[in-house]
């Protein structure tokens, strides 16, 4: 995996689940660890280990969780602004009335 892109130290201190170690409590965990571990050379497996596998070699599923969520977050602030604005304009109007 050539194109894969090693995480920063800094990356994994703004997100700490990504250096997770994935302990083996189901058949898909216990599969991915298994397969990602052997790709890596590496006998603990993190969480960010296996998205970087994923990204690589199953874009298609980590493009299109990656695209929900962005999704959801900017539905979420829009949400919010917009909740904002009538807290906003309700002040106001009880301040004039």
Known sequence: MSEE???????????PLLGMVVERDSEL???????VGTKLNNEE????????????EFPEFVLAFAEEN???GYQ????????LYQTETEA??????
């Not at 965990?29 to 397969?35: A, G, I, Q, R, S």
């Not at 497996?45 to 690589?56: C, F, K, P, S």
């Not at 979420?76 to 909740?83: F, R, S």
């Open 76 to 83: 979420l602030g829009l949400d919010d602004a917009v909740k």
């Open 92 to 97: 106001l109007d009880g301040k004039s009335g």
């Open 5 to 15: 892109k090693a995480t920063t130290e800094e990356e994994l201190h703004t997100s």
């Open 45 to 56: 497996v993190t969480v960010n280990m296996i998205a970087e596998v994923l990204a690589v």
């Open 70 to 72: 962005f999704l959801r």
């Open 29 to 35: 965990k216990d599969y991915l660890v298994e397969y």
